[in-house]
């Protein structure tokens, strides 16, 4: 099942400028400001069009949204998301073509939470780059960010983020991990920043960009797998984890397969 048939079996209408209770489909093909209301728990997925556009997203107090965010065309994309007190946000983001799709979260009240997994797999002459800021501005909020990218040929892949964390936010706990592999002249540049003016704080980030494992290729070559074989499938297991905690569970499928067929054209 592809994304598009999953776009083309929810509701046919984009999403209203409320989100209730349920599943929604959204083209990006316009900007658009959306409000997940009071201890509602809505999904969204968000499909990308040849298009720079903007979309704001306001979770309300107690509210929970769980979003997929596809990029599958060449777009430049503005997401900001504010998340009130007590309010949850997971982002699921996976981009398999030249784009670049920024996303903003303010946390703006107490145990807020924002969550975001990501993956873009590029090749030829693809270029992409995935933003992710986090601004901590009140006590007692959590994020986590981890970014997977692959890159071949002579593709370029960019993953930059900031985690912000205001002076009175206190006891923040917040996490930023970019792990990339290249093949090829494949270039990746990974730019994780912390800005913390807070002392009572938890906050890590790290990164790393490698090729892939000479001694894992091997060992599944002995085992029967041509070498393609085994180049795809350590891929595949490279970024898998990311799609198969889908923000959107039955999602997981459908991305899995749109990241396996841009694998195989690596």
């Not at 298009?51 to 769980?66: K, T, Y």
């Not at 990501?118 to 994020?143: A, E, I, K, Q």
């Not at 930059?160 to 930023?176: E, F, H, I, L």
Request: proline residues 3%; charged residues 20%; aromatic residues 4%.
């Amino acid at each position: 099942m592809t994304v598009e048939r999953i776009v083309n079996e929810m509701v046919a209408q984009p999403a209203p400028d409320t989100l209730t209770p349920g599943s929604w489909s959204l083209v990006a093909d316009s900007s658009r400001s959306l409000v997940v209301e009071q201890g509602v728990r809505a999904e969204l997925l968000v499909i990308d069009a040849e298009a720079a556009v903007s979309i704001d997203i306001n979770v309300a107090q107690g509210a929970e949204l769980r979003m997929v965010y596809v990029s599958q065309t060449q777009s430049a994309n503005h997401i900001k998301l504010t998340v009130a007190e007590g309010g949850r946000c997971d982002v699921t983001q996976v981009m398999t073509h030249s784009s670049e799709v920024h996303f903003n979260t303010m946390l703006d009240g107490r145990f807020a939470t924002f969550e975001l997994n990501g993956v873009f797999v590029l090749t030829g002459d693809d270029r992409g780059g995935v933003t992710v800021d986090v601004h901590h501005n009140m006590p007692d909020c959590t994020s986590c960010t981890i970014v997977k990218g692959v890159a071949s040929g002579s593709a370029h892949g960019r993953f930059s983020g900031v985690v912000y964390v205001a002076p009175d936010a206190q006891r923040t706990d917040s996490k930023q991990l970019s792990r990339n592999v290249t093949l090829g002249d494949a270039r990746i540049e990974t730019l994780p920043q912390l800005e913390i003016y807070a002392d009572d704080v938890k906050c890590s980030h790290g990164a790393t960009v490698g090729q892939m494992d000479a001694e894992a290729v091997m060992y599944m070559r002995q085992r029967g797998l041509s070498l393609v074989d085994a180049k795809r499938l350590q891929l595949e297991g490279f970024v898998s984890d990311v799609v198969m905690r889908s923000a959107i569970g039955r999602i997981a499928e459908p991305l899995q397969e749109l990241i396996s067929e841009k694998i195989n054209r690596l």
